[in-house]
């Protein structure tokens, strides 16, 4: 299944042509196919192969100004679709037409398939390798292979596709001591190939700093956010610079371009030819740019797609994104990259004299407004810049937009869903535990 099965099903035209046909001025198919292959292995050993394939269609209309939006998934009556999203317009107030026009996007496929059987033995070696280490460990984990086919036409000339292979597993290593449970987990999203025995050396690492249970301080300390932890704090800040939520001013970066909002140390960007969630064109079928949010702790931008950016004024970054198939196109992120620092995690632990780590955390951020307090599901106590054993019934509580303006980075940058970012320490944060 790839890009050019799509092209040459003419269900897009097809849809185009009656909407234009029932008196539409305008209208736009989205179509998205995927098959993917997992597999899953379950107390240390493989369970279960599976295949699965799914395909949706989206047509989105405007008729005397009004849209009106209807999906189906598999197979598509044509006429009835049209006559659903005409009806559904109807019901919508008017409103200014955004499409892009006359742009043909030939895009070349992304990723590399791999066979069940490589997926298979990558995740016996994960399992080998840490219960060679620690043989009453019970790790279940899963290897993905997800192929994607995408494809945007509209009545304005638009026509842009590209095929998308993604790689990614999850690992998780239970261990039972007496009346102590510890679960570990980590994971991997890739284009090309996945690292077993990176995975599992991560998960050795936090059982090894695990395998005594100390107390947890009761002030504020230093807290060090591992990379799989830390975009939690990146998660607000993405919100922030989210261009429809500086219209609506829930952001308390609206009206700050070219004004220091947080530590210098900090750059934060979005690179659309960067790691597993690079992306040629957004969901409105804008070519993806490169674009600086903050440079050297100074606001730089926020990100759009065309109807935030007419209003802010600004023009669409190419970042309309569609939550799913039913979704009108909102301001979304591809991928969110930060600089890193030049400390390895290894050098950023050594310079903490008395603090934490967290790892795994329990519940989310803190929004829109900062605010946080979160209970830490896997975390360590760290003194005289070594780790002493895991902490366990601690929270940590803060404001993120006070934390990113006293942060330390180091240089271990790893995806974190679709965000790149390094380890980092926050200074001062208040922490509560249970001894």
Not at 188 to 203: N, S, V, Y
Not at 356 to 365: A, E, K, R, Y
Request: aromatic share 8%; net charge negative.
């Amino acid at each position: 299944m790839g890009s050019e099965n799509l092209l040459q099903d003419t269900l897009a035209e097809r849809l185009l042509e009656l909407a234009i046909k029932s008196g539409a001025e305008a209208a736009e198919v989205y179509q998205s196919r995927s098959l993917s292959r997992p597999v899953f292995f379950e107390a240390n050993r493989l369970k279960q192969l599976e295949t699965s394939q799914s395909e949706g269609t989206a047509l989105r209309l405007w008729r005397n100004g009004r849209p009106g939006l209807t999906v189906a998934y598999g197979s598509v009556e044509p006429q009835a679709m049209v006559e659903r999203a005409i009806a559904l317009s109807k019901l919508n107030q008017p409103e200014v037409l955004e499409l892009v026009s006359d742009s043909q996007g030939v895009y070349p496929d992304l990723g590399t398939a791999i066979p069940v059987e490589v997926l298979v033995g990558w995740g016996k070696e994960a399992i080998a390798i840490i219960r060679d280490a620690y043989p009453d460990v019970v790790c279940n984990s899963d290897w993905e292979c997800d192929l994607e086919v995408t494809r945007i036409v509209n009545s304005r000339g638009l026509d842009a596709y590209y095929t998308d292979t993604t790689l990614s597993c999850y690992m998780s290593a239970e261990w039972v001591r007496g009346d102590d449970f510890l679960s570990v987990s980590d994971g991997q999203t890739q284009r090309d190939i996945l690292e077993p025995e990176k995975l599992a050396q991560q998960i050795l690492q936090r059982l090894t700093w695990a395998k005594k249970n100390v107390s947890s301080p009761h002030r504020r300390v230093p807290v060090l956010f591992t990379s799989k932890a830390a975009d939690m704090l990146w998660g607000t800040a993405q919100a922030a610079l989210n261009g429809k939520r500086v219209l609506e001013s829930a952001s308390p970066w609206a009206e700050r371009i070219g004004q220091k909002i947080i530590a210098s140390s900090l750059t934060l960007y979005q690179d659309p030819l960067a790691g597993p969630y690079s992306c040629p064109f957004d969901d409105e079928g804008t070519p993806t740019s490169p674009l600086v949010f903050v440079e050297n702790g100074i606001l730089q931008n926020y990100y759009c797609d065309r109807t935030t950016g007419k209003k802010l004024g600004t023009g669409t970054t190419g970042n309309a994104v569609r939550p799913s198939l039913s979704s009108y196109p909102t301001p979304g992120l591809f991928n969110f990259l930060i600089k890193p620092g030049t400390a390895s995690l290894q050098e950023l632990i050594q310079n903490i004299d008395d603090g934490l780590i967290v790892d795994q955390m329990l519940g989310g951020g803190g929004g829109i407004s900062g605010d946080f307090s979160i209970n830490i599901e896997l975390g360590y106590r760290v003194r005289k810049g070594e780790v002493i054993g895991r902490i366990k019934d601690t929270m940590v509580a803060g404001n993120i937009y006070t934390a990113l303006k006293q942060i330390e980075l180091g240089s271990d940058t790893d995806w974190n869903g679709s965000c790149y970012t390094p380890s980092l320490i926050v200074e001062g944060l208040s922490t509560t535990g249970r001894n």
